[in-house]
């Protein structure tokens, strides 16, 4: 499986744009990416997911570059309820051994300040 | 209501005993997942599920015992707890379909073995 490279922690303000970068270099043709969140002792939360298309909904913005070797979470006005740990996922479309299950790194610590 | 339930959501034993978490879906998902957390290792997982009857390993299984006889329910057992399963563990649900897995966790439950 394509294995994903976050920055540990990132600062944003209030009512800001929050950009979030992932990068998967070895990315393969049917691996979608996709994007949760872990706010503070909760379970991990679904954000958004694409293939290779721009995608958008009512939480974030995925944005994947045309070689799909990386990709930004754009949460456009981030708030103080949006602090949480951001992971970036590579998971295949069907079929292999990896098919249905997430495989969580570590994340990026994204902290918004007032 | 609908949703994914976790039960209970604090539990402390004593080493050696027997203890079941419970977790109990009402969408019908095909899949189900169990992952612990713990502060340096990020989460982790331990049994997955494809349907009833069928279940598979996953990162860190030792230890562990899984069963799922009825779609909605997947209750993971620690045999002979050990405080090196002290941890949080979270359970997920997600439908099978193609190019989505949009996971659902549910609140996760608070381990401590003593």
């Known amino acids: 499986d394509a294995k994903t490279t976050q920055p540990t922690s990132m600062d944003c303000a209030e009512g800001r744009a929050a950009n979030l970068p992932c990068n998967h270099s070895?990315?393969?043709?049917?691996?979608?990416v996709y994007w949760y969140r872990q706010i503070h002792s909760q379970g991990p939360q679904y954000i958004i997911h694409?293939?290779?298309n721009n995608e958008t909904n009512e939480m974030a913005s995925l944005i994947i570059t045309e070689d799909r070797k990386s990709s930004t979470l754009i949460l456009p006005h981030a708030t103080l309820r949006d602090t949480a740990v951001y992971y970036c996922?590579?998971?295949?479309?069907?079929?292999?051994?990896?098919?249905?299950?997430?495989?969580f790194g570590q994340g990026t610590i994204l902290t918004v300040h007032p | 209501d609908a949703g994914i339930t976790q039960s209970p959501r604090y539990k402390i034993t004593e080493t050696g005993r027997q203890v079941t978490l419970m977790c109990h879906q009402t969408?019908?998902?095909?899949?189900m997942f169990w992952y612990r957390q713990d502060l340096g290792h990020g989460l982790r997982l331990i049994y997955y599920?494809?349907?009833?009857?069928?279940?598979d390993k996953g990162e860190v299984p030792d230890g562990y015992v899984v069963s799922r006889s009825k779609t909605e329910n997947f209750p993971l057992t620690l045999e002979s707890a050990t405080r090196s399963q002290t941890s949080v563990y979270f359970c997920a649900s997600s439908e099978r379909r193609t190019g989505n897995y949009g996971y659902t966790f549910g609140s996760g439950t608070r381990l401590t073995v003593v």
């Open positions: 996922i590579v998971i295949p479309n069907a079929g292999g051994t990896s098919y249905g299950k997430l495989t």
């Open positions: 070895t990315i393969s043709g049917n691996e979608y």
């Open positions: 969408w019908s998902h095909s899949y």
């Open positions: 694409g293939l290779k």
């Open positions: 599920s494809a349907a009833a009857d069928i279940t």
